[in-house]
């Protein structure tokens, strides 16, 4: 068998039970199935250009189209529910080709691999006597792989943010960044909000609409672009790049790659809805590192778009 055979049966398979674990809603993604796009701006600072060739980070600004998204299976959740939020990005090059950034609000992911995460989802499969999860048999999970832990943690205390322009967003998986000279640099990316992070406290979204993010943000954009900062943490020697559970030291240097100024919702939602985001989608001066999870995740994508397309 063939690795890009094998890599589609995985991904099929795990499609396959996040469908069982949380359901299926015929026509929406297999995860971040409710989402709003928007049009927005990405204007670079340069400070990249040392380091990578990729034209939206070295030339002038370019036009680009955010997903704002809610990252359950379940397109009718509310937004005051606890729940990973998900922050998409295609930017639209010179010349007519696109690149994508693929951000969630978390810093790290759950599984070190994909057979890790399909395991873990299939720990998470309810008791049929309960209804919920086995609590025992996501322990025994996280006790054989450790590396979920700190993930699952954060996900479970995760605060709900005042706005989607309110929160912090990860693209967690190392990348690998490619000079004129062809020297390589390990990265990671960060979306900073420049307004600064803000939750709601506890209870406060017990009045919230289903919709309110989405309602909220639309408020906000008419005092004027919501922006984010492209924070890109460098990797160093030692430093791990093919396990998306570890982040980096807090003490790697930094620099800012650009502004991302969001001015307001696409005018065609339903087109942007039946689009891939795709972190494996790169440009000329980024590339793919080791990361298995990060490999996984286009052909996930692919399995997940077939069986939406096709209202399934």
């Known amino acids: ?47 990249a250009a040392a380091l990578t060739t990729a034209a939206h980070l070295t030339g002038g600004p370019v036009p680009a189209v955010v997903r704002f998204s809610h990252t359950d299976t379940n397109p009718h959740l509310r937004d005051a529910d606890r729940a990973v939020r998900g922050f998409a990005t295609k930017f639209h090059l ?60 954060a996900a479970s205390v995760l605060p709900t943010p005042v706005s989607y322009g309110t929160t912090t967003y990860w693209a967690i998986h190392a990348f690998l960044w490619r000079n004129a000279e062809g020297a390589l640099r390990p990265v990671k990316y960060r979306w900073d909000p420049v307004t600064g992070n803000e939750d709601i406290a506890a209870d406060e979204g017990k009045t919230w609409s289903p919709l309110h993010l989405t309602e909220e943000l639309a408020i906000r954009l008419q005092d004027g672009p919501v922006e984010f900062d492209l924070k890109v943490q460098l990797g160093e020697d030692g430093d791990n790049t093919d396990d998306s559970t570890q982040v980096w030291p807090a003490d790697r240097p930094e620099l800012t790659a650009g502004r991302l100024a969001i001015t307001g919702e696409v005018a065609d939602q339903e087109h942007w809805a039946a689009q891939v985001f795709d972190p494996t989608h790169l440009t000329p001066g980024i590339e793919l590192s080791g990361d298995p999870v990060l490999a996984v995740r286009s052909a996930v994508y692919a399995v997940s778009y077939d069986r939406r397309s096709h209202k399934r």
């Open 94 to 153: 010179l010349g007519g080709p696109t690149t994508d950034l693929v951000a969630v609000n978390l810093d790290r992911f759950i599984a070190a691999t994909p057979e890790d995460f399909l395991e873990l989802l299939q720990a998470a499969e309810p008791d049929p006597a309960t209804g919920q999860p086995d609590l025992a048999k996501v322990q025994a999970h996280v006790g054989a792989h450790p590396g979920a832990g700190p993930g699952l943690a």
């Open 1 to 47: 068998m063939t690795s890009e055979l094998a890599g589609s049966q995985l991904a099929s398979t795990i499609v396959d039970e996040i469908e069982n674990l949380k359901g299926t809603f015929a026509g929406y993604r297999r995860a971040h199935a409710r989402g709003v796009c928007y049009d927005a701006t990405f204007t670079p600072t340069g400070e």
